[in-house]
């Protein structure tokens, strides 16, 4: 079992900058990979970001706007949010991607942190 704990989210006006980050319980090193998701009400969770094997992926909304990262002494990794949208209002959602036993892939998710962007 893998915890992830996000930070970060709140209140900022269109244009602004957010980041929010997410600690893991155990030595991220040994996880295939990390990303964030958002959900909106209503609709299933998205990708926004992924990093694995140290390559990011963006979803094309936020390319150029967004930025993922890590830092492993801190087992945390970082969404930084610039040029914030309206639309990007969300909760998002960290998740780690873990190998079990047999080669199994699976999905750890943390509670969530709300993120509203006001026009």
């Known amino acids: 079992q893998v915890q992830l704990v996000e930070s970060g989210g709140g209140l900022v006006q269109a244009g602004g900058s957010l980041r929010l980050s997410c600690v893991a319980s155990e030595s991220i090193l040994r996880i295939y990979g990390m990303g964030w998701y958002l959900q909106t009400p209503g609709h299933q969770r998205e990708l926004v970001a992924t990093l694995t094997g140290g390559i990011p992926n963006y979803a094309d909304s936020v390319k150029g706007r967004f930025t993922i990262s890590r830092d492993n002494a801190k087992n945390t990794v970082y969404l930084q949010m610039n040029s914030l949208k309206p639309e990007d209002t969300a909760v998002y959602y960290c998740?780690?991607?873990?190998?079990?036993?047999?080669?199994?892939?699976?999905?750890?998710w943390g509670q969530g942190t709300q993120v509203t962007v006001s026009s």
């Open positions: 998740n780690a991607r873990k190998y079990g036993n047999r080669g199994v892939l699976y999905d750890y």
